[in-house]
């Protein structure tokens, strides 16, 4: 597609369910981010993946949170037994490069994530 | 760690006015430096980045920024603003050689222009 799309754009769920969000980045790019930007903060990185491995998931909150990448293509954020504080919007972003000098990352819509 | 500092939570322009929103980073090594806008209702776009070479970066839309490597800053600014320019504007980091991945963002600054 012509840039990374995110799905569902918004999901409402019920404190202790599990959810799951997906990101389908640029095609042809290897790299692939999530973020988590909260109301009047801007984006936190929570994990990149290079290829189909996680090669940096130290933005993770806690092991709640969890992320696949499995053919190297479309991602999927997992959330279990969500908590109030889980609310925000989940953003998903991708680029060429996979490091150094040069890396652009393109950025999804989002998925504003409510839990009640 | 890397962290980007932005001075102004909200500011408020007339049109034509000119602006100038502040960002400074603490990391000491090779950075790359971007600006990124947010218009209502829509994704995080970007508006400019400095990578390397001449530090005066100029962007979409008439934004330029200036990279002061001994300040370790990198304001945001255009001439004359429009009542379109209306947007959430977040300055970044990312440290290359360091940690790649991570793009850290400041907290961004909200800017209203008044027609």
């Known amino acids: 597609g012509a840039g990374v799309s995110q799905t569902p754009s918004n999901k409402v769920t019920e404190k202790g369910k599990y959810v799951e969000l997906r990101c389908d980045p640029i095609?042809?790019?290897?790299?692939l981010y999530w973020y988590r930007q909260s109301l009047g903060q801007g984006p936190e990185f929570l994990i990149y993946?290079?290829?189909?491995?996680?090669?940096?998931d130290s933005g993770l909150p806690n092991d709640r949170f969890f992320a696949v990448r499995p053919e190297g293509s479309v991602s999927t954020l997992k959330i279990q037994r969500t908590e109030r504080g889980d609310s925000a919007v989940y953003l998903c972003?991708?680029?060429?490069?996979?490091?150094?000098?040069?890396?652009?990352?393109?950025f999804g819509p989002g998925t504003r994530l409510t839990v009640l | 760690a890397q962290s980007v500092s932005q001075h102004n939570h909200h500011v408020i322009l007339s049109e034509a006015a000119s602006l100038e929103l502040g960002c400074n980073y603490s990391?000491?090594?090779?950075?790359?430096l971007f600006w990124y806008v947010q218009y209502p209702g829509q994704h995080l776009q970007l508006l400019l980045k400095?990578?390397?070479?001449?530090?005066l970066v100029k962007g979409i839309k008439g934004f330029e920024a200036e990279f002061i490597k001994s300040k370790f800053s990198f304001n945001l600014r255009k001439p004359s603003v429009q009542w379109s320019d209306t947007a959430e504007y977040f300055c970044?980091?990312?440290?290359?050689?360091?940690?790649?991945?991570?793009?850290?963002f400041g907290s961004g600054t909200r800017l209203s222009i008044r027609p």
């Open positions: 972003a991708s680029s060429l490069l996979v490091s150094g000098v040069g890396n652009e990352q393109f």
């Open positions: 095609s042809g790019h290897t790299a």
């Open positions: 993946f290079q290829g189909t491995g996680a090669a940096d």
């Open positions: 990391y000491g090594g090779t950075v790359n």
């Open positions: 400095y990578f390397s070479g001449d530090p």
């Open positions: 970044a980091v990312n440290a290359p050689y360091s940690s790649a991945s991570k793009i850290i």
